[in-house]
């Protein structure tokens, strides 16, 4: 049973579209973040929401909305897709945000988006 | 923000031992974590360090100090398996992780 869990894998879209990325975890965490890894390989984290409320927002377009129905569940929906937003996009979960301890991200698998 | 500097590539030999370096720079300090990430897939976490010295699992160990802050992730015994990413993470006072470029291991038979 995958404890965090994404969909789609890969997402191949043109732009001016708006898309959406799933993101679940069935670990029992109150924590779950939204985090992009370029070209480079380089993960930047976008949101980060605890117990269904936002507690981290980058500098990131409004474009891009994330949604947490409930704590095990953090989506985010891209509008108007630009050719720039090509990259992995991972969803992660910790325990909680802070607080003593390791606190450890486990990551999804991440989906892959190119924009053409 | 955060600053994290780290090796861009390494390469080494099957069996050998290689040190990869990291120094930072934070607004605060909770946590160093070093995560190894193969190609294509997940980051997978291999240690934390929040006091000064040496922690050890196995062939892989990380050291930290915070009065320079630095530290390094070193791998023994080196397997074909480990040519990865190695990705340096720091939690800042408000508990945020960032992450460094990664440093890609190379090992050759």
């Known amino acids: 049973d995958t404890a965090v869990s994404q969909t789609p894998k890969y997402l191949v879209t043109q732009m001016g579209n708006d898309k959406s990325i799933k993101c679940e975890q069935n670990?029992?965490?109150?924590?779950m973040y939204w985090y992009k890894q370029d070209s480079k390989k380089f993960l930047k984290i976008m949101f980060s929401y605890n117990n269904k409320e936002l507690i981290i927002n980058e500098t990131v377009p409004n474009r891009f909305s994330p949604k947490s129905p409930d704590k095990a569940h953090l989506n985010l929906h891209i509008n108007s897709l630009e050719l720039g937003d090509s990259a992995v996009y991972f969803c992660?979960?910790?325990?909680?945000?802070?607080?003593?301890?390791?606190?450890?991200?486990?990551f999804g698998a991440g989906s892959r988006l190119t924009v053409l | 923000g955060q600053n994290i500097d780290q090796p861009t590539e390494m390469t080494a030999t099957e069996g050998a031992i290689v040190q990869i370096n990291c120094t930072y720079q934070t607004s605060g300090f909770n946590g160093l974590f070093w995560y190894q990430q193969h190609a294509g897939e997940a980051p997978t976490f291999l240690s934390y360090n929040v006091l000064d010295g040496l922690e050890e699992k196995g062939r892989f160990s990380s050291f930290l100090s915070r009065s320079k802050g630095y530290s390094y992730l070193l791998l023994k015994e080196l397997q074909m398996k480990d040519s990865a990413s190695y990705l340096c993470?720091?939690?800042?006072?408000?508990?945020?992780?960032?992450f460094g470029a990664g440093t890609t291991v190379t090992v050759r038979a």
């Open positions: 992660a979960s910790s325990q909680d945000v802070s607080g003593g301890g390791a606190n450890v991200l486990t």
């Open positions: 993470a720091v939690r800042d006072g408000d508990y945020k992780l960032s």
């Open positions: 670990l029992g965490h109150d924590t």
